[in-house]
């Protein structure tokens, strides 16, 4: 063992390759490589998703056919030569092609370099065009905001901290390699917690759909052996619901009787419970916001953007304003309490998603991607719907009426008042919902504690490059 804490030189990127013209190499022209050419099977492309700061990212491989890569050939990389992103945020991440793609192509973002292997080691490059004073010189070189890149002539440019000798290069190696086994020892386990925490929380809303999370009023009432006469079940409080819906219907059209629900038949309800639709507990129908061009500035009518939507209710400062006129908007004005569900989205895990909306600080309507339930009062007050909302009896029911449409997942208002939803008395509801709350509320401080530490994690991985680029680290 020795003690490599002296500063390490730095030389060029280009003093590191045999040839800079062939061994720092970016993909070819958007022209020459275009996403209409992908095929099945093939020759493999590397694209920017497959880079990770010293790691390959083994999914979503596309392929172009032999003879394509044939005709680009000069933009290829093979196992063992390193792989950097230009383009993105961040830029310059930097890993090694791995040994089961000996062969295949780069897309335009993506700069491959082939070390000369009698000057320095692959692994040691790979670490030091990950470590933060190269980092920084990317971000020094960076133009371009909404589509940050570096030109491949910066990236030739860059100048890299070298250990004086292949042995010490590798010494240093193992010891980051070392420092960072133990270092991923701690990251699976707090990734295993996060894991957990995912199904407990799952297993609390699945328990409170199925009434096993707090004792039924029936239950109660039995062990204390008492008749209370007064009290509702989940059938009467519909049955009231359904009263004052059609007595204060605020609907513009005729009022509807709604369609008597269809039970899930995998799930038994507990006495005192029933199933109600989407569409029985509503005062009024379902509906879309407005879809039309707006500004980031005044004048005009404010309405939210569907990025505002978060799972604990709206950021009402992301909003724009519409060339409306208020009157054009009367029946899109949001109350606290109203109830909005994302109607589409790219990832089927986000369509669906809903938010009960607090109370405006300015008068604010929503986008045509929301559509609001203005749900009765016993549900609304009691935050039932809310509560259950990301459980996965909801998240079933929305995944099986989704509609993709050019890769995008949307649902209708029909199939949304057809869902289902347990309806024990309000009485009931109540206490669910508190210990619900309250066990979640527990999950969200040991995320934010996981979440802490994992974001740790990484600066720590950091520190060991930094350590051994500036020569700090004892090996």
Partial sequence: ??????????????????????????????????????????????RLQNIDRNRFVDKNIKFVTPEKAKDIARHHFVAGDILVS???????????????????????????????????????LSYALNSASVVAQFTAETKGTTRPRVNLKKIRDLRIPLANSLPKQRRIVAEIEKQFTRLEAGVAALRRVQANLKRYRAAVLKAACEGRLVPTEAKLNRKLKTKNSKLETGAELLARILTERRQNWQGRVKYKEPAVPIPLADIELPGGWTWASVEQLLTEPLCNGVSIKGSD?????????????????????????????????????????????????GSLH?????????????????????????????????????????????????????????????????????????????????????????????VEEMESVVSANLQRATRLRQSILQKAFTGELTC
């Fill in 86 to 124: 230009k383009l993105g945020d961040p830029l310059g991440e930097a890993c090694i092609a791995p040994d089961h793609l000996p062969y295949g192509i780069l897309v335009a973002d993506v700069v491959r370099i082939r070390p000369n292997k009698a000057k320095v080691d692959t692994t040691f």
């Fill in 350 to 442: 986000l369509v669906g998603r809903g938010t009960s909306a607090q109370k405006p600080p300015k008068p604010t309507i929503f986008p045509d991607t929301m559509i609001r339930l203005r749900l009765s009062d016993a549900v609304r007050k009691s935050g039932w719907v809310r509560t259950l909302w990301p459980s996965r009896i909801i998240r079933s029911q929305i995944e099986t009426r989704v509609k993709t449409t050019a890769g995008i997942y949307k649902i209708a208002q029909p199939q949304v008042e057809g869902m289902v939803i347990p309806l024990p008395p309000l009485v009931e509801q109540t206490r669910i919902v508190a210990e619900v709350e309250w066990r979640l509320s527990v």
């Fill in 1 to 46: 063992m020795s003690d490599t804490r002296k500063p390490l030189k730095k030389v060029l990127l280009t003093d590191l390759v045999k040839n800079p013209k062939d061994d720092i190499v970016d993909g070819p022209f958007g022209s020459r490589l275009k996403a209409s050419e992908y095929v099945e099977d093939g020759i493999p492309i590397v």
């Fill in 297 to 345: 500035d005044p004048p005009g009518v404010r309405a939210l953007r569907l990025s505002a939507m978060s799972n604990s209710g709206f950021d009402y400062s992301d909003a724009r304003y519409l060339p409306l006129l208020e009157t054009d908007v009367d029946d899109l004005w949001i109350r606290e309490g109203d109830f909005f569900m994302s109607r589409g989205n």
